[in-house]
């Protein structure tokens, strides 16, 4: 009685029984909020699951099965995340503050979310890049595989070509020699002088043409052998020509003449 009218109570101030209520409304509603908090954080901060084991085994190969867990290991993550907010959603909806708890929960979800793909399309894309640099491997090691049968291949066109022109050039030269060796064979036998007629012609029958001396068939015999020794020497200097040119710069090989 003496304290209430000592100190008298404010007209404004709640009753003692509102205030508790109120404080304990506000404790509950802050013990949720960092419950909501924790479970998300918890959910979001989950071990990643172990790394497969090392395949000792070709290189290609290891890359391969590495290229295939890491995405799988990514899928897991998004699955575990996508089941942590769908459960908390579901807490959310039982707290005070349904729409701030959801807010919260929907940003920490989808900044998740988006680092994770990131990650994923970074994976996808440097797979992708290991298969182009290995086909353009493929290719570089084709192309060279490709270019040495063809040097190989021209090199022995241009040895067939210079075998068959040397071939035909020894037997152009073999039958040119056997030519020369007929004509001095006949120019060195003897000139038969045919037999004088035992009776005189007729005195009124026509005079034939005049017979060739000995010294006549022999100088024809000589002018004939000096020319044709002038065309073998002419014809041995344009193959030799021909040899030089093709030797410098692949020239075709000139046409073999024909018998003299």
């Not at 172990?50 to 890359?63: F, K, N």
């Not at 290991?73 to 575990?80: D, L, N, P």
């Not at 044709?228 to 692949?250: C, F, I, S, T, V």
């Amino acid at each position: 009685m003496m304290t209430h009218a000592l100190n008298p109570p404010h007209r404004d101030a709640p009753p003692p029984l509102a205030r508790s209520q109120a404080a304990r409304i506000a404790r509950r509603a802050g013990l949720t909020l960092a419950l909501a908090f924790g479970a998300m954080v918890g959910a979001h901060a989950a071990p990643l699951p172990p790394e497969p084991p090392a395949l000792a085994s070709v290189p290609g190969q290891h890359d391969a099965a590495r290229s295939q867990a890491q995405p799988a290991s990514i899928e897991a993550r998004m699955g575990r995340l996508d089941a942590a907010y769908a459960q908390d959603k579901l807490m959310c909806a039982r707290r005070f503050f349904v729409n701030a708890c959801l807010d919260q929960a929907r940003t920490a979800y989808l900044t998740a979310r988006q680092a994770l793909q990131a990650e994923l399309h970074a994976m996808d894309l440097a797979v992708r890049e290991r298969r182009a640099e290995a086909e353009r491997r493929r290719v570089a090691q084709n192309l060279r595989e490709r270019q040495v049968p063809d040097a190989a291949a021209i090199r022995q066109a241009r040895a067939a070509r210079e075998q068959e022109l040397a071939t035909r050039q020894r037997e152009h030269a073999a039958r040119l020699a056997a030519a020369a060796d007929h004509e001095a064979a006949v120019a060195r036998q003897p000139v038969q002088r045919p037999a004088r007629p035992t009776t005189p012609p007729p005195a009124d029958s026509a005079a034939g043409p005049p017979r060739k001396t000995s010294g006549q068939e022999a100088q024809q015999s000589a002018r004939a052998r000096a020319s044709y020794a002038r065309k073998l020497a002419d014809y041995k200097r344009r193959q030799q020509e021909a040899a030089e040119q093709n030797k410098a710069g692949e020239a075709p090989a000139l046409p073999i003449p024909r018998q003299y």
